[in-house]
């Protein structure tokens, strides 16, 4: 039996006693105690109908049991999906009924809530608690601790992501084992990662970052890992002196730097700060040097694609750049309108090609077709440029996006939510600086004639329908929306007038 991503990220600890992952206040687990965890596991996936290809929807609190419930969906070939914590039914309403899950995973607290949508979806709920606890897990004690992985090829699915896009609809981008596999393993040897670090966990495990970058890099290498529920700056710094890695979007380091606790004795020894997930503003990345001597790794990545460059570890980690293409990746610079591939130094589309790349979009060939070329290029829809020593910037955004604390928002899904609310004539979402975010959601509104709009009333529609991430801070009430002669509403004069 082979199964690509299996045997060659875990496997060969079945004997290894090391700390897998550590927890405040809890024994540690050893990678061969959670690799009995994760076959018990598989079993219960199988008991409930889970074979080769079938997704499993997850929407649990951060808790070791899903790490095991990912390491069991690969184990038994299923693919993994795992969802938002803050996701509202509505939302979870569209991912389960797109991906057609045997088995639906969630916290006991959104059991009755959910119930309806497993039945009508014909999936199982079954539930994982923050402690462990569930009816996942109620029976693992009873269960065989090892289990007969279930073959996967290098492109078969291991995993289902959703991204939002600019059509409002979210896309599910198919990630293979080798997409995830290749990656972990150019990381690994990029970052120099070994069975001697000691990661700090502080990410959620629903996404690229917490769940493959810094997950997976860990899992293949025997790394320890300090797993933390949330990000809390004390717990961080408490752990600090006993890591040797973190992995963080730029909030983690603005918010880190606001306390006095941090200090150069203090991380003394660290190894590597990483971030990615959104821009770490050139003046994070100084002030962060200055006060610990330490330069943050900052590389780029995508739901899509895994990561596609990265500072190096050796070498210049130049602020405001996010580094060089892995190895393996390609990364070119095209004309946004024509495809056309630039000369040096021009800004562009930034374009990826590897085997980090996606497999395409579940059940969507068209949009699949329009970002994933022919010849294996993926339009990733930022603008960057590259510098003569091969060092890329993201310099902007040819996609309608917000990103707020790493977190993805689309305004076309906001305003879709806005402009059907009774007395709501158009409505336009952008973002505007936010020294914690980096980007804050504001909505500007245009009342129907005759009628007047309360900001209350429309955050009350939304708060209902969207995660809380997704809320405007702020709703602004105008005549009319800017557009120009094409008739384009022209965010960025939006963001002139409301984000000073
Ligand atoms: C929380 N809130 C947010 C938010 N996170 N609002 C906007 N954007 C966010 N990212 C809400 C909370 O619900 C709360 O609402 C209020 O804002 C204040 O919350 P907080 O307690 O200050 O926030 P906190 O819980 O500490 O979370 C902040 C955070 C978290 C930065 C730690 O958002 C986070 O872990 N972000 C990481 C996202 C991530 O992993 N991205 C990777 C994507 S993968 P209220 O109403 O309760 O006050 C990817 C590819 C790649 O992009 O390259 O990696
Ligand atoms: P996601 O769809 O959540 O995977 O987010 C991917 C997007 O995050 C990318 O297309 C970029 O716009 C952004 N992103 C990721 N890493 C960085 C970075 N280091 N700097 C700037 N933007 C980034």
New binding site residues.
Partial sequence: MANHLYDNLIAHHADNTNCFLKQDGADDISYADFIKTAAKLAHILVQNGVGAGDRVVVQAPKTVEMVALYIATVQAGGVFLPLNT?YKKDEVAYFVGDAAPKIIVCDGRSADTLADLATDNNATLLTLNADGSGSLTEDLAAQPDSFETVDRAADDLAALLYTSGTTGRSKGAMLSHDNLLSNTLSLIDLWQITDADTLIH???IF????LF?AMNTSIRTGACVHFMA???TDAILDAIPSATMLMG?P??YTRLLGEEGLTKDLVQNMRLFVS???PLLAETHEAFTARTGHYILE?????ETN?NTSNPFDGERRPGTVGHPLPGVEVRLTNPETGAELAQGEVGMIEVRGPNVFQGYWQMPEKTAEELRENGFFITGDLGQISEDGYVSIVGRAKDLII?????VYPKEIEDVLNDIDGVLESAVFGIHDA??GEAIIAAIVPEAGTTTEADALAAVVNDKLA??KHPRRYEVMAELPRNTMGKVQKNLLRDQFGG
């Fill in positions: 803050a502080a990410l959620p996404h690229t970052h917490g970058v949330a990000f809390k979007v909030t983690f990615g997930s959104a590389r780029y990545g995508m739901t990561m707020t604390g790493g977190y993805n914690d975010f809380r991430f």
